[in-house]
């Protein structure tokens, strides 16, 4: 399977142990916040920017993939438009289970009117808790202070394996 059809932007994935490739259903990619704060024709986007974005992907539970850029002298997140999902990188995605999800990086100029622009793309990775693997798990769902699930649903999919996991309420 080529892996970069696979994973068009925005398509969450999971990856399976052993590298199989499946969708992952009710997984939400995260919202990838960029304040560019540079001059919009020169198209650089600050170290201090970067970091930001990646703060404010994982506060919403993802990292950000870096050093996979073929890049001279860049070693972040952000990857080249022309860059894509294989060798190396597809090998290490697939030794990794998780989800996983490509997203691009847009650049808004000052002026509604304009369109934005491409700084490239990013990798990002969560690790997945598969919510079969233990029936009290209550995955996404609100919890108590002691653990306990707090939710009234009487049936959670499972993210991972698309498993229907019925629930005591």
């Not at 024709?41 to 950000?64: N, R």
């Not at 001279?72 to 860059?83: C, K, N, T």
């Amino acid at each position: 399977m080529d892996l970069n059809a696979k994973m068009e932007i925005g398509h969450v994935v999971y990856i399976r142990k052993g590298g199989a490739v499946v969708d992952a259903i009710n997984v939400h990619a995260p919202e990838i916040n960029c304040d560019y704060t540079g001059p919009f024709d020169d198209a650089q986007i600050s170290d201090a920017d970067e970091e930001a974005m990646g703060e404010s992907v994982k506060s919403q539970g993802w990292t950000l993939e870096t050093g996979w850029t073929g890049q001279y002298l860049y070693s972040g997140a952000i990857m080249h438009p022309s860059e894509f999902i294989g060798g190396k990188l597809a090998e290490h995605i697939r030794e990794t289970p998780g989800l996983w999800v490509a997203l691009s990086v847009e650049l808004h100029p000052e002026d509604e009117n304009a369109e934005s622009e491409s700084a490239g793309w990013v990798l990002a990775y969560r690790e997945a808790v598969h919510y079969g693997y233990s029936r009290t798990a209550c995955g996404d769902l609100p919890e108590s202070e002691d653990g306990g699930c707090t939710t009234t649903v009487k049936e959670v999919t499972c993210p991972v394996c698309w498993e229907v996991i019925h629930r005591p309420v």
